[in-house]
Structure formats: C-alpha cells, structure tokens
C-alpha cells in the first residue's frame, strides 16, 4: 500500500486523475471502477480539462460504476446514472454503451444484482477502482456488517449514511433506505484501487481503516489485505496519523 500527502483537497484531485490518465494512455480500453460523491469530483473535473485539452481520449474506454441508490429512476438529478452524466460523462468521448450503473429503478433486487455482477464479469473485471471513504468506513454503499458481502447486492443504509447524503436532498425522507452496490469481493478483484480521502472529519477513520485491525465493522480496512492500493490524502485526513 502507498500512501501520498498532498497540500489539499485540489491537489489531491490533480494527483488522483494524474494516476488515472496514465491508466487510460497505457491501456486505451481499460475498465475504470468509478465513485460518486463530493470525493471525486476535483478528479473529474480534471480529467475533463485534460480531454479538452487534446491529452486523453475515452473512446475504449469502459466503466462501472460502485453503486447507486435503490428507488431512483435515472432522471433523477439525485441518481448516480445523473450524477455520472453531470460530472463526467457528458464532457468527454466515452461512448454511452460503455458505461454501467446498476439500475435503480428495477425492483427486483436479487434480479438486478444478479445482472450487474454478470456485467462486470463480461468486462473482464476492473483495472482502476477509485474509492471514497464513508465517515463510518464504508466503500461503495457497503455498511459496517457482521461479514464482508462477496459480490454485488442490495443493502439498507446506516442512519449515518443516510445523513451524510441528507445535504443533497430537499427533505431528510427523501433520502433512499437502500442502495445497489459492488460487494467487498468484487471491489477486492479490482486489479488496482485508488482510495481518495479529504478533510479533518475522515481523519479517525482513516487511520482506523489502514492501521486498525480487519474487521467487517470498517468495511474499507479489507484494503489491507489487497495487492495493490494507492492512497490519496491531504494533509487534514493524515492528521490522526500525525498524532499516533
């Protein structure tokens, strides 16, 4: 595991798609796990710059995304399929048919994550999966549980989770119970993952995920035990390791 400091939350977003177009320019038509949330977005904006720019093409590339809310139609500017379009897809040459989001709209959950477990193992699996951090260490929507969940499924999500995502909501009940997300196996048989973490409120569990024991109650210290982690932090997420 490599762990870089950077200054603040805008170096950390340089830094992080910096990883990500050498990714793309050494495999055109590499798969990219992508994440949601305020975490990546600096990454993507920078990824958008560099594609204006002439530097990156996105014309192979495939993607996948973590998760999404269960309950959401796509046209929901709450949905991570909105999300994605906002922030990402709209502004660079990646074609349509190659980008995946589990559907949140379909209502037969073990149907639904049946279908995108089966899509992610016709994409040959994940060669970057970017990670943002929750405040209670879950990856994806994968919630502090009694045992890591192997492979895609639908989960209820945590009174914490859900008021953390209540800043993006008009009302608290608006906010989804449930979401569709990469279990921890399927995130761990990503060949590469880039976990991405800002600010003084993540520091504790950082430092609780990299250096604590491996235990489902933090769902992101299972990154431990994989082969090939790179971790982006400024300085305010490092601060608990400062202080040990």
């Not at 603040?8 to 177009?21: C, F, N, P, V």
Request: with cysteine.
């Amino acid at each position: 595991m490599r762990i870089y400091r950077t200054a603040d939350y805008q170096e950390m977003s340089r830094s992080a798609a910096r990883i990500l177009a050498a990714q793309i320019q050494l495999k055109p038509d590499c798969v990219l796990g992508l994440a949601t949330g305020s975490t990546p977005i600096g990454t993507y904006e920078e990824l958008v710059r560099q594609y204006q720019a002439g530097w990156l093409d996105f014309s192979e590339v495939k993607s996948a995304n973590l998760d999404e809310y269960r309950g959401l139609t796509r046209d929901n500017d709450q949905s991570y399929y909105y999300f994605m379009r906002q922030n990402l897809f709209r502004h660079i040459n990646i074609k349509p048919e190659n980008t995946h989001i589990p559907d949140g709209s379909q209502s037969d959950a073990s149907a639904e994550c049946t279908r995108y477990e089966h899509v992610l193992t016709q994409l040959g699996g994940v060669d970057l999966q970017i990670l943002g951090l929750g405040h209670n260490g879950h990856i994806g929507f994968n919630e502090p549980a009694d045992a890591f969940a192997q492979t895609t499924h639908c989960v209820d999500l945590t009174r914490s989770t859900i008021e953390a995502n209540q800043r993006f909501f008009a009302r608290e009940e608006d906010v989804p119970r449930q979401a569709y997300t990469m279990g921890i196996g399927t995130i761990m048989r990503a060949r590469k993952i880039l976990l991405l973490v800002s600010g003084s409120a993540k520091a504790d569990i950082l430092y609780a995920s990299l250096r604590g024991p491996v235990t489902p109650q933090v769902p992101a210290s299972i990154l431990q035990f994989h082969p090939d982690v790179t971790v982006i932090t400024d300085e305010a997420a490092l601060s608990s390791f400062l202080r040990q």
